[in-house]
């Protein structure tokens, strides 16, 4: 485990935080390590890391750190803004604190979320944010994931009543996937 996202001189990758909701829904469609193949340098703060509704396993863990995933501690100034944050955004979870609070840290960091509210959070502090969507449009992109395998992701989504994406979205990229 890292105290900090850093990035070595020569890597001009932006950093991407990962909140436990979007890490769920990749996790459905076995995503997670395809998303680890992009150019950027993911990392989730280890409170949302040993979140409990993430159900992964120690085994998870070790591959996705293998693939390219940075598990953060913060240190003490990260944590009390992240209580700061707490305070003033009580619909937020602890752990969403604790990535706004490493987003707030990091520059020009995307901060991946698939929360209503912690998106509204970060963008009302310029903080780009993104979701799921992104990353598979990423994925077709940069020819990381075949249009099939994206449309297959794409369609267990739009059937699972968990997974909460805007359903015009999804059906927009099953049919421009389908194309191509």
């Known amino acids: 485990m890292s105290n900090a996202p850093s990035r070595g ?9 990962n909140d436990a909701s979007c890490l769920i829904d990749l ?3 076995t995503l997670i390590e ?3 193949q992009l150019p950027y340098s993911f990392v989730v703060t280890l409170p949302v890391a040993e979140n409990e509704l993430l159900e992964f396993s120690e085994d998870d863990w070790i591959r996705f750190e293998t693939a390219g995933l ?35 840290a990091t520059e020009s960091c995307i901060l991946l979320t698939g ?22 449009d990423e994925l077709h992109r940069l020819q ?4 099939r ?8 989504w739009r059937n699972d009543p968990l997974v909460r994406l ?5 059906a927009t990229r099953i049919r421009a996937f389908s194309r191509t």
């Open 70 to 104: 940075m598990i953060i501690d913060l240190d003490a100034e990260r944590v009390t803004r992240a209580f700061e944050l707490r305070a003033a955004y009580p619909v937020l979870s602890a752990e969403d604190c604790f990535s706004l609070s490493l987003a707030e």
């Open 34 to 36: 395809a998303m680890l």
């Open 149 to 156: 395998v994206l449309i297959e992701c794409l369609t267990t």
């Open 144 to 147: 990381i994931t075949s249009a």
């Open 166 to 170: 805007p359903r015009s979205l999804v």
């Open 115 to 136: 929360d209503a509210g912690l998106r509204k959070a970060a963008e009302s502090q310029k903080i780009e944010t993104h979701g799921a969507l992104w990353v598979i």
């Open 9 to 17: 001189r020569n890597d001009p990758r932006r950093v991407v935080i």
């Open 27 to 29: 996790r459905k469609v």
